[in-house]
């Protein structure tokens, strides 16, 4: 009898079928992995697994016994325990407090923390999951607070345990001690549904593979049997082709930085002594262990941080003095790492969006006075259409747009005025095969137009695969920058 | 172990308009029902007690122009509240803003400067908006340099000046020919603001802060002034990414909403009494926190949240001098209402499941 079961589960959005009949098992102490591109129906069978949707037809068994459609109690009840991509922990409480949160009847008198406490501290032991469970959720880092959503889930019994993206927000080294975690959880044990769309992770934790595409499962196989091509081949249902770099002379230097030092607001150093030339046709990239300073060189070549020193030029003119908008008018293109919280506006337009950067400009104002909405909807318009923009149109939502997409109008926005200097700042974290492919096509053709790439990146393969040169960034210092022939220098500096 | 039997709150799918338009009129006939409770409790027949308190509201000229009256400042105070929250700082200070608007009016209108009509009025809004401003500009600095947070500061402000009014009328500003009154000189003729309809105090406030609302609504909608102010109010960050000036933005945002808020102070000095007491606000900048939820902000929305209210607090006025119930019925249906109002925008966008 398999732990978990899914029987010809089909669910319907309107017209659009998010699953067609699937049907899934999963045994007791497996890691399965379920791939597939954004929008394929993964998160809508998780739903429905969870409760949130009732499907339109098909069941669920787990241990044999049929499982409610439609309650998210009765799937905690069953042993399903979810830990979702973007969490779901109240920052001002501790972790013992976020972890028996909605566990404790609202009815009882006291609290149970001390049963709690100790259940905590014997899951934390026999699982390897050290922590704190006193700290505050806000004081934890990423990987941490990851930590915590499994223990949550483990603490209400839970013996399924779904992984939404789980990697997306972690680094390298996180990543690898999620999956000793995994390891440990599976070898007592519990079964892991792990979703992601990231290849190598996927081969590298899974015991089978199944792969959604369009709503359908299309292939079902054994992870010691898959190759990373043919996943993505099953994932797109085509063979999918990354551009390749092709060689060109490197121009006119764009972009330099020379004895650069960078401070935070209370003036703490950030960035110390950093130089750097980014040429014509050149994508240089930045690898690292996130924390090492990558996001304050972001931040200092997007105009936000003014604490600095040192030189810092564009075509020979200095740019040390001036915030976000002066860098955009002088040609600097800026895509940022965290597309919802600095990218979009979510709750305006895409219209609103893709004027968002040059507002008084003539094409988009009147008198530098009023917003030309015509004009900017016919901007909307062109953009959608030239960047292949899945939407409802210029008037809609942003926020409504999928993770793709929304990175396709920061591309469009940054990338139509043509700048010369491009900052790409984990430009397709989180994004699947065939956006990844796309991103990156968009960045060799402005190379090829011209325009000097700096790109910051933790994927060292995507760096090494798109980059005529690589710089390790570490505590702050940056190393010079070397083709990546050198590529044994810069693995080892780096990890 | 035990598992929660919880209630669950999910986000809809889409929101239709139908659900926006329907939710504060689905408000206030819950508000109605919940205080039917509070009147029956009164031995007040429910009918007869909201039929006298819509009858003292609109049921004849004089109730009209009441309504209308003391919808003047509820307008410039929901707009100040509006606009301020729009841009995420929440300013609760409109009421010591209204204050220091009367003030700087009775400075100036009082006789030291004087011009003709024509051009006295649209001085003494401007002075009474930039006192209003100003006033909101330390609370503003604080925020902006220390990060010291706008709710404690603007509300504790409105006590300050409260009693710097106090002081003022109560000394160097009071008005020897009052007979001992605590209040100040009344300002000159041609401060005066003009009524609009004979016998009644109807006065010509209420086309100002119409205007003030169309221009607000214009300002937020078509300019680019106020695609930043929304665009900092949404998205703090990604607005400075994209290289909207944000501290900048903020200081123009207190000044219109404070100024808003000051031009209230300066229509009822100039339109109504004339002269600065201690009582020429019954709460009006707090009342205005209501008129603005109850509108979802929107400047011209304002407008008939403003004339409800005023509506309540008139018609509860003639309600409970006919039959016994006492006039804080008044703050209960508004305080009832703004919590409806908030329940009911929150139902517009998400569904509950019950278990």
Known sequence: MSRLSFKGISKRFGSLIANDSISLSLEAGEVMALLGENGAGKTTLMNILFGHYEADEGSIEVEGKLLPPGSTEAAIQAGIGMVHQHFTLADNLTVLENIILGTESLWSWRHERSAARSKLAEMADSYSLAIDPDALIGSLSVGERQRVEILKALYRDARILILDEPTAVLTPQETESLFVTLRSLTDRGLSVIFISHKLHEILAISDRISVLRRGKIVASLNASEASRSELAEKMLGAAVTRPQLEAMEPGAAILSLQGLNAYSSDKLPLLENVDLTVYAHEIVGIAGVAGNGQAALADVLSGLNRNISGRLELHGKSLIDAGPAEFVACGIGRIPEDRHARGMIGDMAIWENVISEDLRSAEVSKWQIFVDKAAAVKRAKRLIEQFDLRCKGPLAQTKLLSGGNIQKLILARVLSPKPDFILANQPVRGLDEGAIAYVQEQLFAARKRGAAILLISEDLDELLSLCDRIAVMYQGSLSEAVPPAARTIVTSSAL | ?355
């Open chain 2, 1 to 355: 172990m035990r598992e929660a039997q919880s209630v669950q709150i999910e986000a809809r799918d889409h929101v239709s308009l139908m659900r926006v338009s329907m939710a504060p009129i689905l408000a206030i006939l819950a508000t109605m029902v919940i205080c039917s409770v509070l009147i029956l409790w009164a031995g007040v027949s429910v009918v007869d007690a909201y039929a006298l308190l819509f009858k003292g509201a609109f049921g004849s000229l004089f109730a009209l122009k009441e309504t209308f009256t003391r919808s003047i400042p509820l307008i410039f105070t929901g707009l100040a509240v509006a606009v301020a929250f729009r841009s995420k700082f929440y300013n609760i200070g409109a009421e010591g803003q209204l204050y220091a608007g009367a003030l700087a009016t009775v400075f100036f209108g009082t006789g030291l400067v004087n011009l003709p009509a024509y051009l006295m009025l649209p001085f003494l809004f401007l002075v009474g908006a930039l006192a209003g401003g100003i006033l909101l500009l330390v609370p503003v600095l604080l925020k902006t340099r220390l990060k010291v947070d706008e709710v404690v500061t603007t509300l504790l402000l409105n006590f300050v000046v409260l009693l710097a009014v106090s002081y003022l009328i109560e000394g160097p500003w009071r008005d020897p020919m009052a007979m001992g009154w605590p209040q100040t000189a009344s300002i000159v003729d041609a401060g005066v603001l003009p009524t609009l309809v004979s016998k009644g105090r109807l006065h010509a406030g209420l086309i100002v802060t119409l205007l003030a609302a169309l221009l607000i609504w214009l300002l937020m909608r078509f300019t680019v002034l106020g695609y930043e102010i929304r665009a900092v109010g949404f998205n703090a960050k990604a607005a400075e990414f994209s290289g909207v000036n944000i501290n900048r933005t903020v200081v123009i945002t207190a000044l219109l909403s404070g100024g808003l808020a000051g031009m209230a102070g300066t229509s009822e000095v100039a339109g109504l009494k004339g002269y600065l007491t201690l009582d020429l606000s019954p709460g009006f900048g707090y009342t205005g926190i209501a008129v603005a939820m109850l509108a979802q902000l929107h400047p011209l929305a304002i407008i008939p949240a403003a004339l409800f209210l005023s509506a309540v607090y008139v018609g509860a006025d003639s309600m409970s001098r006919a039959v016994n119930i006492p006039t804080y019925i008044a703050d209960v249906l508004v305080g009832v209402s703004v919590l409806a109002i908030l329940v009911s925008v929150m139902l517009t966008r998400y569904r509950i499941k019950w278990p």
